[in-house]
């Protein structure tokens, strides 16, 4: 999260297998509770979104990704760890490049060398049935 009183812009990439999308495991620990989002992240000073896209999924995961189409933009306000936040998403639909990350079950990585997380296949059914917690909400207009 960025300082209280700024506007973080993101570059976050919806990849879809079938039923199924590719996603980040979260934890608010002020909620106690999980999440999940698509994967990506800050987009710097003088970067497009697409590059951010390309270069977030390399750090993070050391995946390439093709069929990088643009959906939109999201204004996600939201408390996390009891800090309001504000993003800006731009959201790409892509794909992997190495059909390895298709048969992974999931995948643990650390985001900037900080803290562990958790990439993994969720079923999109698990998502609309509310078991599981997607965000921000809007993102299921684009599944």
């Known amino acids: 999260m960025n300082k209280a ?9 919806l990849i879809r297998d ?11 620990p002020a ?3 999980i999440f999940y989002r698509a994967l990506g992240g800050g987009v710097d000073f003088g970067e497009t979104s ?10 993070e995961i050391q995946a390439e990704l093709t069929n990088i189409h643009y959906l939109g933009s ?4 939201f408390t996390f760890s009891g800090r309001q936040g504000h993003e ?5 639909q892509c794909d992997f ?18 803290h562990k997380h958790r990439a993994l296949w969720i079923e999109i059914s698990r998502f609309i049935s509310g078991e599981l917690r997607l965000v921000p909400e809007v993102f299921f207009e684009y599944l």
């Open 74 to 77: 999201i204004e996600n306000l």
């Open 18 to 28: 079938g039923e199924r999308i590719f996603v980040s495991e979260g934890y608010d």
């Open 50 to 59: 697409r590059d951010a896209l390309q270069r977030e999924f390399q750090e």
């Open 88 to 92: 800006i998403i731009q959201l790409y």
């Open 31 to 33: 909620k106690q509770e």
């Open 97 to 114: 490049v190495d059909p390895k990350f298709y048969t992974l079950e999931s995948l643990v990585f650390s985001e900037s060398g900080k």
């Open 5 to 13: 009183g700024q506007i973080r812009v993101l570059a976050l990439g």
